[in-house]
């Protein structure tokens, strides 16, 4: 083996016991991040961490995770964010690999955190939702007008005449694809999450197969967002559906006063 596939093959780890923080953010929030020049230092947020003295330490609530963003964002994008940590996972290592395939242990994952717009900005978060889904529902489809009217464009080119003929004569009766066959292409995350408030606005209470038929996605990508976005109600008489987090029907229902 040569010193430069044997060295491409190994593993750094030297920072494999360092702890590391896995946190899932909202999409506005991670393009906002890679939009941010690798070669600027400035740093793209910076988390406080609350400490309440007058609760146990071993109680949750005593401590709080925010995070800011350092600069101004276009929009409607809220500057605060809630974190919410968790401990209970699946032990997890982080790993990188360079643009020559070298490959190191970048530490382990000691918390997560699940990241939701304070709720000082739950209105701005809210407006941000409904630009997103008026920008969803406009139609870039567009009708164009030839102005040559004869229909010299729709003519048959010389030679294909008989080669139209043959095919014509050959053609079998193609069996309709049922809709269950057909490979359902994933949405954008946030043009989802914009048409799932969109169907919330029209009923409070959803089944998940409801929902992968309104929006024609992928079960298991719709149960993505729903966990993120709802509560599944395991009793009562909206067993067995999903209704909006209380964080996220304010703006809801904001939306449809308006």
Same mark, same amino acid.
């Given at each position: ?26 999409? @506005? @929030? ?85 990241? %939701?717009?304070?709720?000082? /900005? ?12 008026? %920008? ?11 102005? /040559? ?72 990508? @719709? ?9 599944? /109600?395991?009793?009562?008489? /909206? ?5 909006? %987090? ?5 703006? @809801? ?6």
């Amino acid at each position: 083996m040569d010193d430069d596939e044997g060295s491409s093959s190994r593993v750094e780890t030297a920072k494999a016991d360092r702890s590391v923080w896995l946190m899932k953010c909202p999409v @506005v @929030v991670a393009k906002s991040w890679q939009s941010h020049p690798p070669s600027d230092p400035t740093p793209v947020a910076k988390v406080v961490l609350s400490l309440d003295p007058l609760r146990p330490p071993d109680d949750p609530s005593a401590l709080q995770f925010t995070m800011e963003m350092a600069g101004a964002e276009p929009g409607h994008v809220p500057n605060s964010y809630s974190l919410n940590m968790s401990k209970d996972f699946v032990p997890m290592c982080i790993f990188s690999e360079t643009s020559q395939g070298k490959v190191a242990a970048e530490g382990k994952v000691e918390h997560k955190f699940d990241m %939701k717009p304070h709720s000082d /900005n739950i209105e701005e978060y809210g407006r941000l939702c409904r630009e997103r889904t008026s %920008k969803s529902m406009v139609k870039n489809r567009q009708i164009q007008v030839i102005d /040559n009217d004869r229909g010299v464009h729709m003519r048959p080119m010389p030679g294909m005449l008989g080669i139209i003929s043959s095919t014509t004569k050959d053609k079998k009766k193609t069996q309709p694809v049922k809709q269950s066959d057909m490979k359902r292409t994933r949405r954008d995350r946030g043009e989802l999450e914009d048409i799932m408030f969109k169907l919330f606005e029209r009923q409070p209470n959803w089944a998940l197969k409801q929902l992968v038929q309104e929006t024609d996605q992928p079960a298991q990508f @719709v149960k993505e967002i729903l966990n993120d976005l709802c509560v599944y /109600n395991k009793r009562g008489a /909206n067993q067995g559906t999903y209704e909006l %987090k209380p964080e996220y029907k304010k703006s @809801v229902e904001d939306t449809g006063a308006e």
